[in-house]
């Protein structure tokens, strides 16, 4: 099962030097980031207005797996959802 987050204000991801997640914003606090599991590209729509992101499920700390989107015209990383 999984639950859609909203995004909410403000930066929920932190990132190294080379743009990867390395901790994500809970209602906790900040958790580490332990594990990328997968990661893809979308990029569709260019002929209206293109969509491009990233998206990588991770593992952080506690157990959690979390889908996270970067926007790759922003660069902008949000937290999408949550898995159980």
Known sequence: MTELL???????VRI???GSPTAVRTGGGWRPVTHT???WVVET????MPVRREYRRCLV???DCLELCRDLDTLRWTVV????
Do not use: I, L
Request: aromatic share 12%.
């Open 45 to 48: 729509d260019w002929w209206r």
């Open 16 to 18: 190294a030097a080379d």
């Open 6 to 12: 909203d995004a909410g204000e403000g930066e929920q």
């Open 81 to 84: 959802r949550r898995y159980d």
């Open 61 to 63: 700390a506690g157990g």
């Open 37 to 39: 599991v997968n990661r």
